[in-house]
């Protein structure tokens, strides 16, 4: 008979450090993609694939990375672009060892 997997022993705990980013001179933190339960994402991420447009969308996914801090963040002066908002995403992947794919153009 072949051995059962056990899936629970096999991922040790998260060391990784949050990801943070620094914005109008303050430090904002996104929440730790380890330690989220993916079965649960899609309700905290909201509609991504149902939003109005693509900044309704981005805007979605920064709400979500940020999740208590999207306040402070949305408090900030500077204009926040798409242009930071790809810098943004493909900091955030690389930091969790994910690819963010291109858009063709």
Excluded at 21 to 50: A, H, M, P, Q, Y
Excluded at 84 to 102: I, Q
Aim: charged share 30%.
């Amino acid at each position: 008979m072949a051995e059962v997997f056990d899936l629970g022993s096999a991922v040790p705990e998260n060391e990784q450090d949050p990801f943070q980013f620094l914005w109008d001179g303050e430090t904002f933190t996104c929440r730790d993609l380890n330690k989220l339960d993916i079965r649960r994402v899609s309700e905290e991420l909201g509609s991504v694939d149902g939003a109005e447009n693509v900044v309704e969308a981005a805007t979605n996914v920064l709400k979500f990375l940020l999740g208590d801090e999207y306040e402070r963040f949305d408090a900030t002066e500077p204009v926040f672009t798409m242009a930071h908002f790809g810098a943004l995403s493909e900091a955030w992947a690389e930091h969790h060892g994910l690819d963010v794919p291109k858009s063709g153009g």
